[in-house]
Protein backbone atom coordinates (compact mmCIF):
# COMPACT_ATOMS: atom_id res chain seq x y z
CA UNK A 1 0.00 0.00 0.00
CA UNK A 2 1.07 3.49 -1.17
CA UNK A 3 0.76 5.72 2.46
CA UNK A 4 -0.66 9.44 1.71
CA UNK A 5 2.97 11.05 1.89
CA UNK A 6 4.06 8.83 -0.96
CA UNK A 7 0.51 9.42 -3.16
CA UNK A 8 1.42 13.35 -2.67
CA UNK A 9 4.65 13.32 -3.23
CA UNK A 10 3.76 11.33 -6.62
CA UNK A 11 1.04 13.86 -7.25
CA UNK A 12 3.44 16.44 -7.24
CA UNK A 13 5.95 14.35 -9.33
CA UNK A 14 3.46 14.12 -11.81
CA UNK A 15 2.46 17.77 -11.82
CA UNK A 16 5.65 18.79 -12.84
CA UNK A 17 6.37 16.35 -15.76
CA UNK A 18 3.06 17.46 -17.33
CA UNK A 19 4.25 21.03 -16.66
CA UNK A 20 7.70 20.23 -17.83
CA UNK A 21 6.23 18.71 -21.00
CA UNK A 22 4.20 21.64 -21.72
CA UNK A 23 7.16 23.90 -21.37
CA UNK A 24 9.10 21.66 -23.93
CA UNK A 25 6.29 21.74 -26.04
CA UNK A 26 5.81 25.51 -25.99
CA UNK A 27 9.30 25.62 -26.39
CA UNK A 28 10.14 23.27 -29.55
CA UNK A 29 6.53 25.19 -31.09
CA UNK A 30 8.27 28.59 -31.21
CA UNK A 31 11.48 27.08 -32.80
CA UNK A 32 9.79 25.67 -35.44
CA UNK A 33 7.68 28.59 -35.93
CA UNK A 34 10.17 31.02 -35.97
CA UNK A 35 12.52 28.72 -37.92
CA UNK A 36 9.76 28.29 -40.60
CA UNK A 37 9.04 32.21 -40.46
CA UNK A 38 12.30 33.16 -40.80
CA UNK A 39 13.19 30.76 -44.01
CA UNK A 40 9.87 32.29 -45.60
CA UNK A 41 10.64 36.03 -44.75
CA UNK A 42 14.02 36.04 -45.30
CA UNK A 43 14.78 38.83 -48.00
CA UNK A 44 17.55 37.47 -51.05
CA UNK A 45 19.57 40.66 -50.31
CA UNK A 46 23.91 40.32 -50.27
CA UNK A 47 25.56 43.15 -48.63
CA UNK A 48 26.20 44.55 -52.30
CA UNK A 49 22.20 45.07 -53.27
CA UNK A 50 21.52 47.42 -50.48
CA UNK A 51 23.82 50.16 -49.63
CA UNK A 52 23.61 54.25 -49.05
CA UNK A 53 26.03 56.37 -51.01
CA UNK A 54 27.01 58.96 -48.25
CA UNK A 55 29.86 60.17 -49.30
CA UNK A 56 28.39 61.76 -52.52
CA UNK A 57 25.09 61.53 -51.61
CA UNK A 58 23.76 59.16 -53.77
CA UNK A 59 21.10 56.66 -52.52
CA UNK A 60 21.11 53.34 -54.32
CA UNK A 61 19.01 49.85 -53.57
CA UNK A 62 19.12 46.88 -55.70
CA UNK A 63 22.06 44.81 -57.04
CA UNK A 64 24.24 46.81 -59.24
CA UNK A 65 22.28 49.74 -58.57
CA UNK A 66 25.05 53.02 -59.26
CA UNK A 67 27.74 50.40 -60.18
CA UNK A 68 30.01 52.50 -61.89
CA UNK A 69 30.35 54.78 -58.96
CA UNK A 70 32.39 51.94 -57.41
CA UNK A 71 34.91 52.87 -59.74
CA UNK A 72 37.58 55.51 -59.08
CA UNK A 73 37.68 57.47 -62.16
CA UNK A 74 33.81 58.12 -61.53
CA UNK A 75 33.65 61.19 -58.94
CA UNK A 76 30.70 63.55 -60.36
CA UNK A 77 27.99 61.92 -59.77
CA UNK A 78 25.79 63.53 -56.77
CA UNK A 79 22.60 63.90 -55.61
CA UNK A 80 21.05 60.98 -57.60
CA UNK A 81 18.53 58.12 -56.74
CA UNK A 82 18.87 54.64 -57.69
CA UNK A 83 16.11 51.88 -56.92
CA UNK A 84 15.90 48.66 -58.07
CA UNK A 85 18.25 46.06 -59.71
CA UNK A 86 20.59 47.96 -62.68
CA UNK A 87 19.19 51.50 -61.81
CA UNK A 88 21.86 54.03 -63.42
CA UNK A 89 24.18 51.24 -63.61
CA UNK A 90 26.66 53.28 -65.81
CA UNK A 91 26.06 56.49 -63.98
CA UNK A 92 29.11 58.63 -63.48
CA UNK A 93 28.79 62.11 -64.36
CA UNK A 94 25.30 62.58 -63.93
CA UNK A 95 23.75 64.81 -61.51
CA UNK A 96 20.07 64.69 -59.60
CA UNK A 97 18.60 62.25 -61.81
CA UNK A 98 16.26 59.54 -60.10
CA UNK A 99 15.43 56.02 -61.32
CA UNK A 100 12.81 53.88 -59.65
CA UNK A 101 12.38 50.62 -61.67
CA UNK A 102 14.74 47.63 -62.97
CA UNK A 103 17.17 48.86 -65.36
CA UNK A 104 15.70 52.19 -65.68
CA UNK A 105 18.08 54.89 -67.05
CA UNK A 106 20.87 51.95 -67.20
CA UNK A 107 23.22 54.14 -69.73
CA UNK A 108 23.21 57.18 -68.60
CA UNK A 109 26.05 59.10 -68.19
CA UNK A 110 25.51 62.43 -68.34
CA UNK A 111 22.90 64.75 -67.99
CA UNK A 112 20.46 66.00 -64.55
CA UNK A 113 17.19 66.22 -63.75
CA UNK A 114 15.92 63.24 -65.50
CA UNK A 115 13.28 61.35 -63.39
CA UNK A 116 12.44 57.54 -64.88
CA UNK A 117 10.02 55.58 -63.07
CA UNK A 118 9.43 51.64 -64.32
CA UNK A 119 10.87 48.74 -65.37
CA UNK A 120 13.35 49.99 -68.35
CA UNK A 121 12.19 53.62 -68.59
CA UNK A 122 14.53 55.71 -70.27
CA UNK A 123 17.02 52.54 -70.67
CA UNK A 124 19.33 53.79 -73.05
CA UNK A 125 18.90 57.04 -72.59
CA UNK A 126 22.94 57.90 -72.41
CA UNK A 127 22.71 61.88 -72.25
CA UNK A 128 19.86 64.50 -71.75
CA UNK A 129 18.57 66.59 -68.84
CA UNK A 130 15.12 67.17 -67.22
CA UNK A 131 12.88 64.52 -68.97
CA UNK A 132 10.19 62.44 -67.21
CA UNK A 133 9.23 58.98 -68.32
CA UNK A 134 6.76 57.64 -66.07
CA UNK A 135 5.93 53.96 -67.20
CA UNK A 136 7.57 50.45 -68.46
CA UNK A 137 9.75 50.98 -71.03
CA UNK A 138 9.36 54.49 -71.47
CA UNK A 139 11.54 56.48 -73.72
CA UNK A 140 13.38 53.08 -74.09
CA UNK A 141 15.97 53.94 -76.69
CA UNK A 142 15.83 57.67 -76.03
CA UNK A 143 19.88 58.09 -76.75
CA UNK A 144 19.92 61.61 -76.43
CA UNK A 145 16.99 64.39 -75.21
CA UNK A 146 15.85 67.26 -73.61
CA UNK A 147 12.55 68.19 -71.61
CA UNK A 148 10.37 65.03 -73.15
CA UNK A 149 7.33 63.99 -70.94
CA UNK A 150 6.70 60.30 -71.59
CA UNK A 151 3.27 58.89 -69.70
CA UNK A 152 2.23 55.37 -70.50
CA UNK A 153 3.64 51.99 -71.71
CA UNK A 154 6.38 52.24 -74.56
CA UNK A 155 5.22 55.95 -74.57
CA UNK A 156 7.89 57.41 -77.24
CA UNK A 157 9.48 54.06 -76.68
CA UNK A 158 11.84 54.86 -80.19
CA UNK A 159 12.35 58.48 -79.93
CA UNK A 160 16.28 58.00 -79.81
CA UNK A 161 17.02 61.96 -80.48
CA UNK A 162 14.37 64.26 -79.83
CA UNK A 163 13.53 67.66 -77.23
CA UNK A 164 10.34 69.30 -75.66
CA UNK A 165 7.81 66.29 -76.63
CA UNK A 166 4.83 65.80 -74.26
CA UNK A 167 3.45 62.27 -74.91
CA UNK A 168 0.93 61.20 -72.65
CA UNK A 169 -0.96 57.85 -73.29
CA UNK A 170 -0.55 53.75 -73.71
CA UNK A 171 2.19 53.36 -76.86
CA UNK A 172 1.91 57.45 -77.35
CA UNK A 173 4.33 58.30 -80.12
CA UNK A 174 5.17 54.30 -80.79
CA UNK A 175 3.88 52.48 -83.37
CA UNK A 176 5.45 48.60 -82.79
CA UNK A 177 8.39 47.52 -82.55
CA UNK A 178 9.26 46.77 -86.35
CA UNK A 179 7.30 50.03 -87.54
CA UNK A 180 8.89 51.91 -89.48
CA UNK A 181 6.72 55.22 -88.05
CA UNK A 182 7.77 54.96 -84.69
CA UNK A 183 8.78 58.88 -83.73
CA UNK A 184 12.42 58.72 -84.05
CA UNK A 185 13.46 62.28 -84.41
CA UNK A 186 10.65 63.93 -83.43
CA UNK A 187 10.54 67.45 -81.73
CA UNK A 188 8.13 69.88 -79.74
CA UNK A 189 5.38 67.57 -80.58
CA UNK A 190 1.91 67.12 -78.19
CA UNK A 191 0.35 63.83 -78.67
CA UNK A 192 -2.46 63.13 -76.21
CA UNK A 193 -4.24 59.57 -76.07
CA UNK A 194 -3.62 56.07 -76.57
CA UNK A 195 -1.62 54.93 -79.64
CA UNK A 196 -1.53 58.54 -80.71
CA UNK A 197 1.55 59.62 -82.85
CA UNK A 198 2.28 59.98 -86.61
CA UNK A 199 1.63 58.15 -89.61
CA UNK A 200 4.50 58.88 -92.19
CA UNK A 201 7.78 57.68 -91.90
CA UNK A 202 8.41 61.16 -92.14
CA UNK A 203 10.11 63.27 -89.65
CA UNK A 204 7.45 65.16 -87.81
CA UNK A 205 8.14 68.38 -85.52
CA UNK A 206 5.29 71.24 -83.69
CA UNK A 207 2.11 68.92 -84.03
CA UNK A 208 -0.46 68.20 -81.78
CA UNK A 209 -2.85 64.68 -82.19
CA UNK A 210 -5.80 64.86 -79.49
CA UNK A 211 -7.46 61.80 -78.69
CA UNK A 212 -7.94 57.57 -79.52
CA UNK A 213 -5.30 56.66 -82.44
CA UNK A 214 -5.26 60.39 -83.39
CA UNK A 215 -2.25 60.75 -85.72
CA UNK A 216 -0.12 63.64 -87.90
CA UNK A 217 0.53 63.05 -91.09
CA UNK A 218 2.61 66.46 -91.43
CA UNK A 219 4.58 68.82 -89.27
CA UNK A 220 3.13 72.02 -87.94
CA UNK A 221 -0.68 70.06 -87.82
CA UNK A 222 -3.32 69.67 -85.57
CA UNK A 223 -5.55 66.71 -85.67
CA UNK A 224 -8.50 66.01 -82.99
CA UNK A 225 -9.81 62.79 -83.19
CA UNK A 226 -9.53 59.99 -85.41
CA UNK A 227 -11.46 59.20 -88.78
CA UNK A 228 -14.03 57.53 -86.56
CA UNK A 229 -15.71 60.59 -85.16
CA UNK A 230 -18.69 62.39 -86.68
CA UNK A 231 -19.43 65.37 -84.98
CA UNK A 232 -17.06 68.27 -83.22
CA UNK A 233 -18.88 70.94 -81.36
CA UNK A 234 -17.20 73.87 -80.54
CA UNK A 235 -18.15 76.85 -78.41
CA UNK A 236 -17.78 80.39 -78.22
CA UNK A 237 -15.64 82.56 -81.02
CA UNK A 238 -14.08 80.51 -83.75
CA UNK A 239 -11.55 82.13 -85.38
CA UNK A 240 -10.72 80.19 -89.12
CA UNK A 241 -7.67 81.62 -90.83
CA UNK A 242 -8.92 79.63 -94.21
CA UNK A 243 -11.02 76.39 -94.77
CA UNK A 244 -10.07 73.46 -96.70
CA UNK A 245 -12.95 70.91 -97.88
CA UNK A 246 -11.60 67.79 -98.17
CA UNK A 247 -15.37 66.24 -98.90
CA UNK A 248 -16.36 67.49 -102.56
CA UNK A 249 -20.35 67.03 -101.04
CA UNK A 250 -19.67 70.46 -99.22
CA UNK A 251 -18.94 72.32 -102.31
CA UNK A 252 -22.71 73.72 -102.17
CA UNK A 253 -22.25 75.34 -98.83
CA UNK A 254 -18.67 77.42 -100.50
CA UNK A 255 -20.90 78.88 -103.29
CA UNK A 256 -23.17 79.87 -100.95
CA UNK A 257 -20.62 81.24 -98.68
CA UNK A 258 -19.28 82.90 -102.08
CA UNK A 259 -22.46 84.15 -103.06
CA UNK A 260 -23.62 85.65 -99.79
CA UNK A 261 -19.93 87.28 -99.79
CA UNK A 262 -21.18 89.03 -103.05
CA UNK A 263 -24.04 89.99 -101.35
CA UNK A 264 -22.15 91.68 -98.76
CA UNK A 265 -19.58 93.77 -101.19
CA UNK A 266 -22.70 95.00 -103.29
CA UNK A 267 -24.36 96.60 -100.27
CA UNK A 268 -20.95 97.61 -98.99
CA UNK A 269 -20.83 99.60 -102.49
CA UNK A 270 -23.94 101.36 -102.08
Not at 108 to 126: P, V
Request: with cysteine.
Amino acid sequence: MINSELWSFLKIEKKFIYLLLINNFLFISFIFIYLKFNKNSQPNVRLNDLSFQSNQTNIRLGKEALFSLDEEYCTEGKWNVAIGPDTQHTLCNAEQNTAIGRSAQYVLTKGAGNIAIGAASQRNLKEGSYNIGLGTDTMYNSETGYNNIAVGYDSLHDNINGSDNVSIGYMSGYDDVKSKINARFANRNVWIGNFTGKSIVENINDSIAIGYRAKNDKSNQVVIGNENIKETNLYGVVSVERLIFRDQSNLDLLNEIKEIREKINKLEQR
